[in-house]
C-alpha cells in the first residue's frame, strides 16, 4: 500500500519535531478504509475473513470493490453480487460493520487530537499573549511609581 505524499506534506516550515510526529503517525495509522482500492479490499478479506476468500474472491474483483463500496454493503447488495448463502452474507456483514466501527472510532480519534491540538494552540497564544500584556503593565507602572 503506499501512501500518497502530498497528504504527509505540512504547510509552513518543518520542524524535526513535527516530522517525527507525521512519520510516526503515518507508521501507527493504517490507510482509512475510505481510501482502500480494491487490492486493499482483497487483503482485508484474505485476513479477515479467511473462510470466504477462497469462495468469494472473485466476486469482489469482478464488481470492482474498493474501501468506499465496502462500507457501504448491505445484505442485498451481497446477494445480488452472486453470494446466495445466507449465513455467509450475515458473517460478511457482520465483518464489515466491525470494520466500518473501527473506522469510525479512529476517525473519531484523529477529530478528537485535532480540536485538542487547537485548543492547545490557542491556550499557548492566550499565555504568551498575557505574558506581553503583563510585561507591558510592569512597564508602565513602573513608569508611573517613578512619575
Not at 505524499?5 to 517525527?20: L, V
Not at 469482478?62 to 462500507?71: K, M, P, Q, W, Y
Amino acid at each position: 500500500m503506499k501512501e500518497d505524499s502530498s497528504t504527509n506534506r505540512s504547510k509552513g516550515p518543518s520542524s524535526p519535531t513535527r516530522d517525527k510526529d507525521a512519520q510516526k503517525e503515518s507508521r501507527n495509522r493504517p490507510k482509512a478504509v475510505f481510501f482502500w482500492t480494491n487490492a486493499d479490499v482483497m487483503k482485508w478479506l484474505r485476513r479477515q475473513c479467511q473462510e470466504y476468500h477462497s469462495l468469494y474472491s472473485h466476486l469482489f474483483l469482478e464488481h470492482d470493490i474498493t474501501g468506499r463500496s465496502l462500507v457501504r454493503i448491505r445484505d442485498t447488495t451481497l446477494e445480488s453480487m452472486g453470494i446466495s448463502n445466507k449465513e455467509h452474507r450475515d458473517d460478511l456483514c457482520r465483518k464489515i460493520l466491525k470494520l466500518k466501527l473501527k473506522s469510525d472510532i479512529l476517525e473519531m480519534k484523529d477529530l478528537e487530537r485535532k480540536e485538542l491540538q487547537a485548543c492547545c494552540k490557542s491556550t499557548v497564544s492566550l499565555s504568551s499573549f498575557d505574558r506581553n500584556l503583563s510585561s507591558r503593565f510592569m512597564t508602565i507602572r513602573k513608569h508611573c511609581v517613578v512619575c
